[in-house]
């Protein structure tokens, strides 16, 4: 009797031990982001491809968040100004303390062109994360890592909107988007008599050095979604015939337009007129949101560079862009070039409502073609000013 009791409680207590330990070991599972994205067929099978074409797959955000925690820095070039990268490298490095991290801004063509020249030459190793502009984006795009940021964040590994992230590379973002709008010195043109669509253009009292122009006409070319290149070439012919006053940059021009030069410019960036707006102490600068908006969805974007030696820590750097804390910052000190794809963004709730003219990934590469091609249909125009 004593011997069986005693062999019952022996077998008891290991049935009991191993229920116990399975559902130890199942809690344990459910609370490792690794064995949980390994057991994600999705995931799983999104990475498999992603290898399988050379791209590298992080299955897990933990798994990010580790990695750039071993590499401590973060050195990124940005393409907003500086009281724009203070505020987001502060937010950054509030949710991220255990990286260091700088963050320089690059502006204009010879800055660009110099950084090609140094990646070309590998002299960019500084550098972890890059900013990338749309007019040099083939050129910056082989220096890039292949991280499949697309598929990640397909399958949710990181928090960055998939229409973000180029379709084909896969692996660059653009967390910001520009829309052109019509300004004008309402002193001078009262809001009524401003075009309210861009056919107004062409009427006959915008004639005769009525309006400002840029001869870069990618602003312009932003159309070519909704309108098609044809109808854009046939307008900008008769852009052309209205004979506007040819200039090259719109900064410079608006501030003549506050101070009664000229009454009239068509599509700068909304957010260089309402930066202009700033500094016009008499109220005279406004704007109008003419359809179909001509959008920019892909102004700029970002990448993480092939020679990173905090390749993980840029990776953060680059999904914090999309969040939702990184996109208030960018409308507050862009100004409003937060992505009109996140819900309450400046750009969201101004053209809520309204026809768009969408440069995606798909149009944002052709551009240049677009713009050669209406450079034409205006007849080689120098600026006058």
């Known amino acids: ?55 590298a797959f992080l299955s897990n955000h933990d798994d990010i968040v580790a990695k ?16 724009a990268i203070k505020a987001l490298v502060s937010a950054f490095t509030k949710k991220y303390p255990f990286i260091e991290t700088y963050v320089e801004e690059i502006d204009g063509t010879d800055a660009y062109q110099r950084f090609i020249l140094e990646m070309k030459s590998g002299r960019s190793t500084n550098w972890d994360a890059t900013f990338i502009p749309i007019d040099f984006y083939k050129e910056y795009i082989p220096f890039q890592k292949k991280f499949d940021i697309l598929g990640m964040a397909s399958q949710g590994v ?28 309402k002193n001078l043109l009262p809001p009524d ?6 056919e107004d253009l062409l009427r006959p009292e915008f004639k005769g050095k009525k309006f400002i122009m840029d001869i870069r006409p990618h602003m ?8 098609g290149l044809e109808k854009i070439l046939d307008f900008s012919r008769k852009l052309a015939e209205q004979q506007p006053v040819w200039v090259r940059g719109a900064t410079r021009m608006l501030s003549a337009m506050m101070v009664g030069e000229y009454a009239l410019m ?26 179909p908006v001509p959008t920019r969805l892909v102004p700029r974007a970002d990448g993480v560079l092939n020679t ?17 804390e990184a996109q208030k910052v960018i409308d507050q000190y862009g ?16 053209t809520r409502g309204k026809q768009l003219s969408v440069v995606d990934w798909s149009h944002a590469l052709k551009l240049d073609e677009y713009s050669s091609e209406m450079v034409k249909a205006y007849g080689f125009p120098r600026p006058e000013k």
């Open 68 to 83: 750039a925690k071993g590499e401590g820095k973060l050195r990124a070039l940005f393409g907003l100004e500086v009281v």
């Open 158 to 185: 990181v928090s960055i909107n998939p229409k973000m992230v180029d379709p084909l590379n896969r692996n660059t973002v653009s967390s910001t988007s520009i829309i052109q709008v019509v300004a004008f010195n």
């Open 308 to 324: 990173a030696a905090h390749p993980h820590a840029a990776l953060l750097w680059l999904e914090f862009q999309a969040s939702p």
């Open 266 to 291: 068509i599509a700068p960036n909304l957010n260089s007129v309402q930066r202009a707006q700033g500094r016009d102490k008499a109220g005279v600068l406004a704007y109008k949101v003419v359809e």
């Open 335 to 350: 100004p409003n070039q937060a992505s009109i794809l996140t819900p309450g963004s400046f750009l969201e709730l101004e």
């Open 220 to 227: 312009v070319a932003a159309l070519v979604p909704a309108w």
């Open 1 to 55: 009797m004593n011997t069986y009791c005693r062999q019952g409680f022996n077998r008891s207590s290991s049935q009991v031990l191993g229920v116990v330990l399975f559902f130890a070991a199942l809690f344990v599972l459910s609370k490792s982001p690794v064995s949980a994205a390994s057991a994600s067929p999705p995931i799983a099978k999104a990475k498999q491809e992603a290898e399988a074409k050379g791209y």
């Open 193 to 198: 008599k401003a075009p309210a669509k861009w």
